[in-house]
């Protein structure tokens, strides 16, 4: 489980005298080996700070990371995917050298026949040629600069994917596209996802399990079917009630229902309380912690545990 603050928090922190901001609060999830498991929040709720985190790009300043039973406790061999692949690809190399350098690095081939043979097999399983090895990263289109760093990301034999907002800077028909290679490759090479997005409609295809993340926390975390077919959290039902606008598909863009709260003056209680339309007294005062479902839903809300776990408006049927 994470229990974490990250380092890019120590400057808020500087800046703001003594307060104390957590951009991670008891964080605590299983991604299945082969699986594929979706953090979805609105920007700030920390679902990127968890995949870098997990990638160990942060550190965690307090507290640790432990992996899943069954992972013999070795460290993952994680690799990151970002939203957008220009800023992750080095301009000035031809693409060749981009997907060379972590089989160099790591000595995973060595001689430039097998480094070269290595090369055109990555650029051919993320549908480029070989001949594109020979073009700068600008030559490309956005969703051909996402393989680009998808092969890279293979290069180095990742059991591990950690993608955040991978498709989000993409047309909705080059989305569709990437999304469906990496479902592919994830079968073809038995790859492990945490999957990072604002838009539940993109990780309902990819995901077995999703994790909604509000301010910090996990709020609702299903099996992707029980979570769309019986959607038990106030926010959750935010998420699924906002179509993604389609003349802006690409930015992180405020709810229904007011803006998301500073993380660093947390609402009392229920941190989603001003926003929720169910809010009572109790909301307001305690904070909830997470109930477990039968049908295997985590959620964190009073309202729920006060249905006995069951959806709003569902009632036990004799
Ligand atoms: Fe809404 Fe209360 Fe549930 Fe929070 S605990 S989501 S405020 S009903
Ligand atoms: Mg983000």
Known sequence: SFDVSAPWLNRVIERRGRQILRAVDDIDFDVPRGGCLSLVGESGCGKSTVARIVTGLYKPERGEMRFAPGNSGQPLTAQMIFQDPYASLNARWKVFDVIAEPLRELKL?????????????????????ATDGAKFPHEFSGGQRQRISIARALASEPEFLVCDEPTSALDVSVQAQILNLMRSLQDELGLTYLFISHDLSVVRHMSDRIAVMYLGRIVEEAPTEVLFARTRHPYTQLLLDTIPDVRNPHRDRP??????????????????????????????????????????AVVACHRVEESGGLPAGETVSA
Do not use: M, T, W, Y
Request: glycine share 12%.
């Open 255 to 296: 709810l229904k229902g007011g803006e998301v709260p500073s993380p660093l003056n947390p609402p009392s209680g229920c941190s989603f309380h001003p926003r929720c339309p169910f809010a009572n007294d109790r909301c307001k005062q305690e904070k909830p912690g997470l109930i477990a479902c039968d049908d295997g």
């Open 109 to 129: 081939r060595s001689g430039k026949q097998a480094i070269r043979e290595r090369v055109n097999e990555l650029l051919e399983v993320v549908g480029l040629s």
